[in-house]
């Protein structure tokens, strides 16, 4: 039989399943004289007073297992119980109602259940379970039920439940629990969170997966694709067992690779680093193995408000990017890059026919000057606290550039007279996107101190075609002959005036590409967090002599599809990465 | 009494970590410290479930009010923390 739910944290395991069904204890309403509901709520204080010692021993072994931050966790669970809007509002209701603390309790748990789970945030109707959670384990310090412990089983088993509470998280041991599937939950519940803190495969929303398992019947897990099969044959076993080992081997060879630089074989070194939308993808970012920020889109700080964002706002997200690097880590600030086709409620933005090929990015920030020189004054400023530079996005003229430029020139200007510190040093590079860019690139590299190829757009704009539309998305593969010439063509124009050139693409992290971003001369990688680890293996894997040779032939050929297999043949240790 | 406005900046708004936080420089003053949101909703800053029940998001403007001892430290401080972007 095979099911199918939804990969809460990858692996695989293999394994009997022990179904834990909820047995649920009973909760009997009782009614009470006005002495006996006095002396029940000085009981549930005491009881409080357990439930809290309790939660502090688990959060201390999920900090010992999972580290601080699911830990925190349990801090939230701590400061509930000490809360007047349910301890004591359940206290209320034994004296209010003269009924036993079981009941009351579950009064208040329903309330507070009812109300997060109809709230319209998924995060939130997960908070839900936060409170079946501890009033769970209220009930059972009241009617002195003992719960089954996990850390009781003998072999490795995969748990199969309806709901893993943080809890039962903390207490699960990796010797003991192969993996686990639920019938509810999403990738953002607590129980996937933990999992993936813990490296343990997981599959949740199996919906009814505890009513079709019984106990002893095998089951493998792939907590990659969230399938499930139950009793498999031989055959599926040996192949799952191997998909294990490959991924076991994979994930501890990563590892190594977290710190290390980004090298080919025989020596040549590029840059890895990460494209972020705000500062939390930034610590993501470094967890990762990132050697800096590639690309900071900044657009986060302009949307989804009634006004535009302060200078002291935007430098204090600049600022927390650059200190989550340190100095030596270099921080990629794109300036504003939003056109007609997203809504500002504070900024007149036209209703335009072709809003990809209209008035936006540097189009806009030119001609909205106090807007643009906001955000410059805040990203120089920002400057003194690490590596930051700055990239004009949608650069198709010179003229573009030096009118930039210029009004960044009269910023600093306005610093230097205020006494403010910045870099200035800093480097100042654009956003290759757009063809005409592409074509006097020997003339930008001129006035600019790097590029960063956007191929993005810029296969868009030179294919003519939209990559979200289905019947010419196929026009924009990145492999394409065509696209690889402009590539080739900004980086030797670059590297002659001595200029770094960079990739903030897709492209960038994809493995088929790398080899011949890398022979075409490629300086700087930059990708979401969760490519760099497998990109910075792959090139450790390859020669630079391989992949120039590579390049040279691939871009010869006249279509992508001849390309791709080309670079896949010659270079078999993509599939090791993908 | 003082109050003043702030906006929520952590990119997935005040869930268990950053109310904890909040809670906890609440806790810190002797005066009365809430949050009241954009519809009215008012809660005390020193209560867990109330704060979770605000379902923050980014972006979000709040008011903080408070009121007693050291009310214009608290502000700032409470303030401070509603501001701040968590990982």
């Not at chain 1, 809460?8 to 394994?15: R, T």
């Not at chain 1, 910045?422 to 690139?441: D, F, Q, R, T, W």
């Not at chain 1, 599809?561 to 240790?573: A, H």
């Not at chain 2, 709040?62 to 700032?76: K, N």
Request: net charge negative; with cysteine; charged share 25%.
């Amino acid at each position: 039989m095979n099911l199918k739910g939804i990969a809460a944290a990858p692996g695989y395991a293999i394994g009997p399943a022990f179904v834990m069904k909820d047995t649920g204890v009973k909760v009997e309403r009782r009614t009470l004289s006005a002495a006996e509901a006095k002396a029940e709520v000085v009981r549930f204080s005491e009881i409080v007073k357990q439930a809290i010692e309790q939660v502090k021993e688990i959060q201390e072994q999920a900090r010992v297992k999972m580290g601080d931050e699911q830990a925190e966790i349990f801090e939230s669970h701590i400061l509930v119980l000490h809360d007047d809007e349910f301890v004591g509002r359940t206290k209320e209701l034994i004296e209010e109602k003269s009924i036993n603390a079981e009941a009351a309790l579950a009064e208040v748990t329903e309330e507070l259940v009812t109300f997060f789970e109809g709230m319209d945030n998924e995060y939130m109707n997960e908070r839900a379970a936060d409170f079946r959670d501890l009033s769970r384990r209220l009930l059972n310090l009241l009617t002195g039920v003992k719960q089954t412990s996990l850390s009781d089983f003998e072999e490795p088993v995969v748990l199969i439940t309806d709901d893993l509470t943080p809890s039962d998280s903390a207490q699960l041991d990796r010797d003991r629990v192969a993996g686990f599937a639920t019938n509810i939950g999403g990738r953002t519940s607590h129980s996937a969170i933990m999992a993936r803190s813990m490296e343990i495969p997981a599959v949740v929303g199996l919906k009814d997966v505890t009513e079709r398992l019984q106990d002893g019947d095998m089951v493998i897990l792939d907590g990659t694709t969230g399938n499930m099969i139950v009793k498999p044959t031989a055959e599926q076993i040996a192949e799952y067992e191997a998909k294990k080992v490959n991924f076991e081997k994979r994930k501890s060879e990563f590892k190594n690779y977290l710190n290390a630089a980004s090298v080919t074989s025989d020596g040549h070194q590029v840059e890895l680093v990460a494209n972020i939308g705000n500062p939390g993808d930034a610590h993501n970012a470094h967890k990762n193995g990132a050697e800096g920020i590639g690309l900071f889109r900044t657009e986060f700080l302009y949307m989804g408000r009634p006004n535009f964002p302060t200078e002291e706002e935007q430098f204090a997200a600049y600022k927390e990017v650059a200190e989550t690097f340190g100095k030596d880590h270099p921080i990629v600030i794109r300036t504003l890059d939003i056109g007609g086709d997203k809504e500002l409620d504070y900024l007149e933005l036209p209703k335009e026919m072709n809003p990809f090929l209209g008035y936006r990015a540097i189009r806009l920030c030119l001609d909205e000057q106090e807007m643009f020189k906001t955000q410059l004054r805040a990203i120089l400023r920002a400057s003194a606290f690490g590596n930051v530079k700055i990239m004009y996005p949608m650069i198709a003229t010179i003229v573009e550039l030096r009118a930039a430029n210029a009004i960044l020139a009269e910023v600093k200007a306005e610093l230097d007279a205020a006494g403010v510190a910045y870099n200035k040093e800093l480097e100042v590079g654009i956003m290759i996107e757009i063809p005409a860019a592409v074509l006097v690139s020997d003339q930008l590299a001129k006035e600019a101190d790097f590029f960063s190829i956007g191929t993005n757009d810029l296969v868009q704009y030179t294919m003519a075609a939209d990559r979200m539309n289905q019947k010419v998305s196929h026009l924009t593969q990145p492999m394409n002959p065509s696209v690889l010439r402009l590539i080739r063509m900004v980086i030797e124009n670059a590297h002659r005036e001595g200029k770094w050139v960079g990739m903030c693409g897709e492209m960038a992290g994809n493995p088929v590409a790398v080899p011949l971003l890398l022979g075409l001369g490629l300086d700087e990688f930059s990708m979401s967090a969760s490519s760099i680890l497998p990109a910075r293996v792959l090139m450790s894997k390859i020669s630079l002599a391989d992949a120039k040779e590579a390049a040279v032939k691939a871009l010869d050929m006249q279509t992508a599809e001849e390309i791709e297999c080309f670079v896949q043949e010659s270079f078999p240790e993509i599939a090791e990465v993908l | 009494m003082q109050q003043q406005t702030f906006t929520i900046k952590n990119p997935t708004g005040v869930h268990a970590r950053p109310a904890g936080a909040i809670l906890k420089k609440a806790s810190q003053f002797a005066c009365k410290v809430e949050i009241e949101k954009a519809d009215g909703t008012r809660v005390s800053a020193k209560g867990m479930v109330g704060l979770l029940k605000l379902g923050l998001k980014q972006n979000d403007q709040v008011t903080v009010i408070t009121d007693g001892d050291g009310e214009v430290e608290a502000l700032q401080a409470v303030g401070e923390v509603l501001e701040t972007v968590f990982e």
